[in-house]
């Protein structure tokens, strides 16, 4: 499939996926693809497809308040890539912070730029945990999962103090849903856990690498994306998602995002807050970073 694409075509794709107002079941599938072709794809993707590099924005933002002594939980995805690149030149500037990251990609990385990492053993609670979203609602309540992560993701996310999510302003939507709700589910029985989803109301798709075969997380699990459509009621789904055995969980992440830092267009970073207020265009020139 991928070798359809010329870079031109995909430069297209991405703009169209970025603006709602046209997203199609088509363009659905297109971002997947994007999302499973890993971190360093994705960033050279960004990087040649862009005059503003809204993302990076976003996550060179949120880095500022890491502070010294904090552990820090690292997210999967192609804004978290540049959160993380930037703590890496923050700690080779002598920050001094522990990690704990939501993939094995996002480890590896981590370990390349000689951020300390910790496991779960070694620590009590994680103070921020900076990540990237595929949709978020005015209540702040995300999907997530497109690079596959949720599960670590959602478990870092809940013992985290603070879940500081990083997304580009195309990530924003008024009803969750039209980006398919990937869930994690047990490869035993798949095919009965998945009628069970679908009795939901959805139509289910295992999620294919390029190479087509059945995507593997981190844990050993399938990814199933869920055509919803529209999560009107995201807290009744979830639970309702999470009751089927089999399911391990979903990329519903409800009432977890104390803080959204949207990157635009415009050069501004708005942070939406959990209480509805907004910080509305802190230019990036203006921010004052201790780097
Ligand atoms: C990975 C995720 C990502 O955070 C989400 O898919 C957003 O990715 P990107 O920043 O590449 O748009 O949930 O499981």
Redesign the pocket.
């Known amino acids: 499939m991928r070798k359809k694409f010329s870079n031109n075509k995909l430069r297209v794709y991405i703009f169209k996926i970025r603006n709602r107002e046209d997203f199609t079941h088509t363009m659905m599938k297109y971002s997947i693809l ?2 499973r072709n890993g971190l360093m794809w ?1 960033k050279a993707i960004v990087e040649r497809g862009e005059a503003m590099n809204t ?1 990076k924005m976003a996550a060179e933002e949120a880095v500022a308040l890491i502070k010294d002594g904090m552990i820090v939980g690292l ?7 540049w959160a993380i690149a930037k703590i890496g030149q923050r700690v080779k500037k002598g920050l001094n912070i522990r990690a704990i990251a ?2 094995k990609e996002s480890e590896a990385f981590a370990r390349e730029l000689n951020i300390p990492i910790v496991t779960f053993s070694e620590v009590n609670e994680i103070d921020i945990t900076i ?4 949709e978020v609602d005015p209540d702040l309540n995300l999907i ?7 599960l670590r ?1 959602k478990i870092i996310a809940t013992a985290s103090e603070k879940l500081i999510v ?3 302003e195309g ?1 924003l939507v008024k009803i969750l849903g039209a980006f398919p709700l ?1 869930l994690e589910v047990i490869p035993f029985g798949v095919e009965s856990t998945r009628s069970k989803i679908e009795n939901l109301g959805c139509k289910t798709e295992i999620r294919m690498t390029d190479k087509f075969e059945k995507f593997i997380t981190d844990n050993g699990n399938f990814i199933l994306d869920c055509e919803f459509f529209m999560v009107k009621n995201p807290k009744k789904i979830s639970h309702e998602l999470n009751r089927i055995p089999g399911v391990v969980d979903s ?1 519903l992440f409800i009432g977890l995002a104390h803080k959204v830092f949207v990157g635009r267009q415009n050069g501004s970073v708005d942070i939406i807050q959990k209480n509805g207020s907004r910080d509305m265009n802190l230019k990036i020139q203006e921010k004052q970073q201790d780097d």
């Open positions: 994007l999302h994705r993302k997210g999967t995805g192609s804004t978290a890539y939501t993939s990540d990237g979203a595929d997530k999962g497109g690079g596959g992560a949720l993701e990083v997304v580009d990530k990937p990329g």
